[in-house]
């Protein structure tokens, strides 16, 4: 099973960026997906998860904001993410969880300058 995240980068408050997760290994339709996020000095926290089925979650703090969708075709998970904050600032991982093992992307940084 290998993640491969990509689409961090630096930008200003307010502004937009878009991750991807692009999947191999695994029957990408019949998988939960989800994106985590780390800052420094805090612990790795759940940013949106998306089901096998199509339903969606999200962390209360980007509600509104972000959103996570997928593309079967491609096996790619997506993290749109708007009105992007300072807070936001952390290492972005990609997640799933297949014969009973957790994968992680390898993290992509998103910094978001005031």
């Known amino acids: 099973v290998q993640l491969q995240a990509s689409g961090g980068g630096l930008v200003q408050a307010g502004r937009s960026l878009r991750l991807s997760c692009a999947a191999s290994g695994i029957i990408f339709s019949t998988k939960t997906m989800g994106w985590y996020r780390q800052a420094p000095g805090r612990r790795r926290e759940l940013v949106a998860r998306?089901?096998?089925?199509?339903?969606?979650n999200y962390a209360d703090s980007v509600k509104g904001r972000f959103t996570i969708s997928r593309d079967l075709a491609k096996s790619t998970a997506y993290l749109q993410m708007n009105s992007l904050k300072p807070e936001d600032t952390a290492v972005y991982y990609c997640y799933t969880f297949h014969c009973g093992h957790d994968y992680w992307g390898q993290g992509t940084q998103v910094t978001v300058s005031s």
């Open positions: 998306i089901s096998s089925g199509g339903s969606t």
